[in-house]
């Protein structure tokens, strides 16, 4: 189970943690070490906003992320969702060489379809 949590939310919080980063060096970071210079003065402004605009894109995306992985967990949790035959885990549908299978979250066995 811990691991199935850790793979449904593991790119969500990277996400919003790496949002939180952007955010940080566009608008401390860099015109704090650029800013006595007045010749990268619009360029520190443009990145300053690119970087806002790029660290809100992020956590909108984490945000929409985890809540959809919450979602599937809670299908899974109410029996909504496809299983692992082994575990009873949340399964994931994917593509491979022989053509689509289920693939466990918590226990990594696959299944053909």
């Given amino acids: 189970m811990n691991k199935?949590?850790?793979?449904?939310?593991?790119?969500p919080v990277l996400l919003s943690v790496g949002s939180t980063a952007v955010l940080h060096i566009s608008t401390s970071y860099l015109p704090g070490k650029l800013g006595s210079n007045h010749m990268f003065s619009a360029v520190i402004e443009s990145i300053t906003k690119a970087g806002q605009w790029a660290s809100l894109t992020m956590l909108a995306v984490?945000?929409?992320w985890a809540v959809y992985s919450s979602f599937r967990l809670y299908n899974w949790y109410k029996g909504n969702s496809e299983t692992c035959y082994d575990c009873g885990g949340l399964t994931t549908q994917r593509n491979g060489r022989y053509g689509l299978y289920h693939k466990c979250l918590a226990c990594g066995s696959t299944r053909s379809i």
Avoid: E, K
């Avoid at 199935?4 to 790119?11: A, K, P, T, W």
């Fill in 4 to 11: 199935m949590l850790i793979q449904l939310f593991l790119m």
């Fill in 62 to 64: 984490g945000v929409i």
